[in-house]
Each structure stands twice: as structure tokens, then as C-alpha cells.
């Protein structure tokens, strides 16, 4: 997508004090959304990177829908970020490092910044997945420890 599309999806989320929402509508329709980064060298449909457009300071995490047949036509590895696949509906495969795994709906993958890794849809159905990336060996307090009770009770 251009930097004006970006721009229009960031303008239409819901900002709140402590919040940002966005709404980018039911899986089916993430073919709306068209990535053209100068490092990649195609086109990628299906693809929506929501860091820049929720205001997100520790992660990147994209929505995708990778259709049926398709496979991402090049290794890649990171610096410094660790990524999660998170596949919410079809099947494929990841390659890590010349290792396959099978993945399908429920599968979660997790990739240490070196990992050589590709994937593809050999299904007869469109794959969907999230994926999530944040700086490798960052996260200081897990849930329980950093998770406080409010004293405030809900409004609705
Ligand atoms: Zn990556």
C-alpha cells in the first residue's frame, strides 16, 4: 500500500486516550489491502503491517491471506526481532532452515531472528495468519507480573 493509504487507514481508526482501534474488516476481505515495499521484490495482496496505523511502540504485527496455491517467492531472516505465525484458518507449510513444518489452523510458530524461513500455501484454500515480531529477548514482565487489578468497575 502507499504512504497515503496508510495514512487514510490510520485517520479512520478510533483513537482513545489509552487506545487505538481499527477495524480492517472480516478476513475475506483482506485482499483489499496491497503491500509495495522497495526491499520486496513484488507486490504482496493480502497483507495489512498495523503498527503505523494503531500506533503500536513494541511490535509489528500484519493480518494476512495468502490464497491458495501461492508460495512467498524468498527466504528471509531478521536483525534483531524474534517473529510468532499465528494460522487462524487453512493450511500450508514453513520452511525454517531447511526444516519443514506443517501448520493449519491453531498453529503457532515462533522464529528466532536467524531463522531462514519461507512459507507457502500447497492447500486448496486460502491460508490466514497473523504475525507478530518484537525485539528478541525483550519482554520483562510476563503477564501475572505485570498485569494490575483495577479498582474501577466497568462503565457498560
Ligand atoms: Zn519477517
Same mark, same amino acid.
Given at each position: 500500500m502507499t504512504i497515503k493509504e496508510q495514512e487514510k487507514y490510520a485517520e479512520s481508526a478510533r483513537k482513545g486516550n489509552n487506545f487505538t482501534a481499527y477495524d480492517a474488516g472480516?478476513? $475475506? =476481505?483482506?485482499?483489499q489491502y496491497e503491500l509495495h515495499h522497495p526491499k520486496i521484490p513484488v507486490k504482496v495482496k493480502?497483507?495489512?503491517?498495523?503498527? !503505523? %496505523?494503531l500506533g503500536l511502540t513494541g511490535m509489528q504485527v500484519s493480518l494476512n491471506r495468502l490464497p491458495a496455491g501461492r508460495t512467498v517467492p524468498f527466504l528471509h531472516q531478521h536483525k534483531q526481532n524474534e517473529e510468532l505465525y499465528i494460522f487462524i484458518k487453512g493450511s500450508?507449510?514453513?520452511? %525454517?532452515?531447511? =526444516?519443514?513444518? =506443517?501448520?493449519?489452523?491453531g498453529t503457532a510458530v515462533r522464529i528466532s531472528p536467524d531463522g531462514q524461513r519461507c512459507w507457502r500455501n500447497n492447500s486448496t484454500e486460502d491460508l490466514y495468519y497473523i504475525v507478530i515480531?518484537?525485539? $528478541?529477548?525483550?519482554?520483562?514482565? $510476563?503477564?501475572? !507480573? !505485570?498485569?494490575?487489578?483495577?479498582?474501577? &468497575? &466497568?462503565?457498560?
Open positions: 472480516s478476513l $475475506d =476481505e483482506l485482499f493480502g497483507k495489512l503491517f498495523l503498527r !503505523d %496505523i500450508g507449510q514453513m520452511q %525454517i532452515d531447511g =526444516e519443514v513444518v =506443517e501448520v493449519k489452523e515480531q518484537a525485539k $528478541d529477548g525483550s519482554l520483562q514482565q $510476563d503477564t501475572f !507480573d !505485570d498485569g494490575m487489578a483495577s479498582d474501577q &468497575p &466497568p462503565v457498560w
